[in-house]
């Protein structure tokens, strides 16, 4: 069922009050969709994260307590964001050995890091790991999927959850809260003012002024795929220096 038939079947049976929560907010799905499609695969469908946040808004619209204190956009945000995460879960949404190369990247971050006492180059990383150049930034293109550092528990993955589990399986789970501590927030601020100016900026370009890639290849006059590499080398840096201060 396509998600425009998925809404219409749900409105013909909806009380007033949660009907025009869903209707109103439908919007609101298509543009977390394709924000987080955004930074996945090619092979994630939008329509599947349409549909599944489509879900994730009625659970909000019939649940939402007007009394609680929270608006209600804030509160189902939350809930499209966890169902959107479950159907990537249960899609397998990042092969296993992608996931073992990123973290093979943040590895060689980490010790390069220790070793020279500044950021590393990609040149850098490549040598460390025994690859090219070439070879490592095409490592990167393939990584693109990894989300920025509060998507992702830094669990082995050998205990055999992936990244997206601990969101997934709690639908009330807050991507954000990990921010709530003060020494995490502050290793966060200091890793992003750490970054290469040009990864800084597409950072900022992308979470900030919600850029899609292209546009901003067309701002740094370079291909959407070497911002797709600047991206997944930012993320990697910026996981690299939160797994060792959570190892410290």
């Not at 049976?13 to 955004?38: F, I, N």
């Not at 007007?66 to 209600?72: S, T």
């Not at 050995?97 to 990609?122: C, Y």
Request: proline content about 3%; hydrophobic content about 40%.
């Amino acid at each position: 069922m396509s998600s425009t038939r998925a809404l219409g079947a749900y409105k013909q049976h909806a009380a007033d009050p949660v009907e025009t929560r869903v209707s109103t907010h439908a919007p609101l799905v298509k543009k977390l969709a394709y924000h987080m499609v955004a930074r996945l695969p090619a092979s994630v469908e939008v329509d599947d994260l349409i549909q599944a946040g489509l879900i994730g808004l009625m659970e909000a619209a019939r649940n939402f307590d007007p009394l609680a204190g929270v608006q209600f956009e804030t509160f189902a945000t939350q809930r499209i964001r966890g169902a959107m995460l479950d159907e990537l879960r249960e899609a397998d949404w990042m092969p296993r050995q992608l996931r073992r190369s990123m973290r093979d990247i943040e590895a060689a971050i980490v010790k390069l890091g220790h070793s020279l006492g500044h950021a590393p180059s990609e040149a850098d990383v490549a040598a460390e790991m025994g690859v090219s150049l070439t070879d490592y930034q095409e490592m990167l293109s393939d990584c693109r999927g990894h989300q920025l550092v509060y998507y992702d528990d830094f669990d082995n993955e050998e205990d055999g959850r992936n990244s997206l589990d601990n969101l997934a399986a709690d639908h009330d789970a807050d991507p954000l809260r990990e921010l709530d501590d003060s020494d995490f927030r502050r290793v966060l601020v200091d890793g992003i003012a750490r970054l290469p100016e040009r990864e800084k900026m597409v950072m900022a370009l992308y979470y900030e002024q919600e850029l899609n890639l292209k546009e901003i290849g067309a701002v740094l006059n370079v291909t959407e795929s070497r911002v797709s590499q600047l991206h997944s080398q930012a993320v990697a840096r910026l996981r690299a220096r939160l797994r060792d201060w959570t190892e410290k």
